[in-house]
């Protein structure tokens, strides 16, 4: 009979299946946004755009944390060789997390919101996020802090947590100057996704590949001092990229281009460094979809987040495609690629690991993954056509923004039907994860690991 060798792992499991949840629940609106733009906005009455917007956007942020947490919930204690801190506060900080967003939707419906773009979760909501993250803090901080040993990766998946947790304050500062609020809400948006963000997914990946591949943990570690140097020396002066046309100096766009154009090379790092790993491994795991999940990562976050995002934040090209649907061809690739798939990558390994039911040649898992992919690709070449035609159109042509979007509509019937066949992934890995049913029974406490502590 299978025992979870920790408790924590129970708490992580509850943290993937809120994910799950959420993303279905995001995927549902982004569905009513394709739709609205087709022309078919029955429900603008009840719920205007905006509101689905908000709704979506912030039901990404919202998975993707829970998602993070999960999977800190399910690496420290292995990493450290001993059981979370403190269970009961693991799972308070989890039901927290899940009052947080139910309210935070329920509020968008009722026109309880800040309107800042994917911070428009309610102001009261606000303080309630602070002290469920500083509560997730003080648990895996004491993990780390009394386990028996201490690794690289542990301590970089902590500090990439710790600074995403930081970079929320200035999110909770307002200003009566839109030109002010603007520019230190992108200390939280853009920090968090190209810079903190990255270390997490840097962190993460790192105990993927030590545990999937066979490399040695010293060389993989190796490689993650070198990504973690290229996401700091880019992905902060990156943000100038955001401030080229809100009222900020002109000395933004030489740093914002400059800076910008490094960017792709902290993905290019990460997609060199998974596949590297993966091809050098000397051990053949038997969980094929978690190192599919693992190496596709690497490769969608650099073509989505490097190489499309650099393809439009240089200065001359921003000009134009600033504020259009190519951002959203961006943006869409960018978070699938890099942290979406990231979480599925450690659910996909997890899930046997918590329930004891290896379904490793299922054919739902494998079928969950190309789906996915090849949905969320077409959905990105869908945006890329009709960002490209905006721009062309509305930048170039003088027409006017409506008539713009209701000459691109024709583009987003091939969203939504590229978008049916992304939802049909995700469906068949939801199947996948319920087919494993619940976490095992709780072994006794584990004892010490023969590793070496380092």
Not at 18 to 37: E, K, N
Not at 229 to 249: D, E, K, M, Q, V
């Amino acid at each position: 009979m299978h025992t979870l060798k920790y408790q924590s792992w129970k708490v992580a499991w509850a943290f993937f299946a809120t994910c799950l949840l959420l993303l279905s629940l995001q995927i549902v609106y982004g569905f009513l946004m394709a739709f609205a733009h087709i022309g078919w906005d029955g429900l603008h009455p009840w719920i205007p755009f905006n509101t689905m917007r908000a709704t979506h956007t912030n039901l990404l942020v919202v998975w993707l944390l829970a998602g993070f947490m999960g999977s800190a919930y399910y690496i420290i204690p292995e990493e450290s060789d001993r059981e979370l801190w403190n269970i009961p506060l693991a799972w308070a900080q989890w039901g927290s997390l899940v009052v947080v967003g139910v309210v935070a939707i329920a509020g968008f419906h009722l026109n309880w919101w800040e309107g800042r773009k994917f911070l428009e979760i309610p102001r009261p909501l606000d303080y309630l996020v602070v002290v469920n993250v500083l509560a997730f803090l003080l648990n895996i901080g004491m993990t780390v802090w009394q386990g028996r040993r201490y690794t690289t990766t542990a301590l970089t998946l902590v500090a990439g947590l710790l600074a995403a947790a930081l970079l929320y304050l200035p999110g909770m500062i307002t200003f009566d100057s839109q030109v002010l609020d603007s520019y230190f809400r992108w200390w939280v948006v853009h920090l968090w996704v190209e810079g903190v963000w990255e270390l997490i997914m840097g962190a993460i990946l790192s105990y993927l590949l030590i545990k999937l591949t066979g490399v040695d943990r010293e060389v993989i570690e190796k490689w993650l001092y070198l990504i973690v140097g290229l996401t700091f020396l880019s992905g902060i002066l990156g943000t100038g990229h955001h401030y080229y046309f809100i009222g900020a100096p002109e000395y933004w766009l030489m740093i914002g281009g400059i800076f910008s154009a490094l960017e792709p090379l902290a993905f290019l790092g990460m997609a060199l460094y998974v596949v590297t790993m993966a091809r050098r491994g000397g051990r053949r795991h038997d969980n094929r979809v978690a190192l599919f999940w693992s190496v596709g990562c690497g490769i969608l976050s650099f073509v989505g987040a490097g190489a499309l995002g650099f393809a439009h934040t240089l200065p001359s090209v921003n000009l134009y495609t600033h504020g259009t649907l190519v951002t959203a061809m961006h943006g869409h690739l960018a978070f699938w690629g890099a942290y979406a798939m990231l979480i599925f990558a450690m659910m996909s390994y997890a899930l046997p690991e918590i329930t004891g039911r290896k379904f490793f040649d299922s054919w739902v898992a494998e079928w969950a993954f190309w789906t996915s992919n090849i949905g969320m690709i077409c959905m990105t070449c869908a945006f890329a056509v009709a960002g490209v035609t905006q721009v062309y159109l509305e930048r170039r042509m003088g027409m006017d923004f409506l008539e713009a979007q209701e000459a691109v509509a024709v583009h987003f019937v091939a969203l939504a039907l590229a978008a049916c066949l992304f939802t049909a992934g995700i469906v068949l890995f939801i199947v996948h994860f319920v087919r494993h049913g619940l976490p095992a029974d709780v072994a006794s406490e584990p004892a010490a690991s023969p590793v070496a502590a380092k």
